[in-house]
Nanobody
Framework: QVQLVESGGGLVQAGGSLRLSCEAS????????MGWFRQARGKEREFVAA????????YYADSVKGRFTISRDNAKNTVYLQMNSLKPEDTAVYYC???????????????????WGQGTQVTVSS
């Protein structure tokens, strides 16, 4: 079992930056591949970024590639999402997720993830 708590969301102007954090409970954080997803009002939850257990492999949705960076600190049980050059279309509730599934370094499907945080709102004004 792992519990996830996101923080760092807020209101920012277009072109600005935010860093989201997701802290996990438990002593086996390094056993989980992690991901960030987002859900805009009236839309499906979509993949944003994923990172392997060691942090050595990452993967991004095309819509955020080059602007967002996912990272993790296993000593702090925390995964981060650095978001730069934010656009109004990035407005959504952002969720972090953890998966204990093995076989691949990272996962982009929400159905591969076992645990979810409660979400944090990111609003980008134009």
């Amino acid at each position: 079992q792992v519990q996830l708590v996101e923080s760092g969301g807020g209101l920012v102007q277009a072109g600005g930056s935010l860093r989201l954090s997701c802290e996990a409970s438990g002593r086996t954080f390094y056993n989980y591949a992690m991901g960030w997803f987002r859900q805009a009002r009236g839309k499906e939850r979509e993949f944003v970024a994923a990172i392997s257990r060691s942090g050595g492999s990452t993967y991004y949705a095309d819509s955020v590639k080059g602007r967002f960076t996912i990272s993790r600190d296993n000593a702090k049980n925390t995964v981060y999402l650095q978001m730069n050059s934010l656009k109004p279309e990035d407005t959504a509730v952002y969720y972090c997720a953890a998966t204990g599934t093995s076989g691949r370094p990272y996962y982009s499907s929400r159905y591969d993830y076992n645990y979810w945080g409660q979400g944090t709102q990111v609003t980008v004004s134009s």
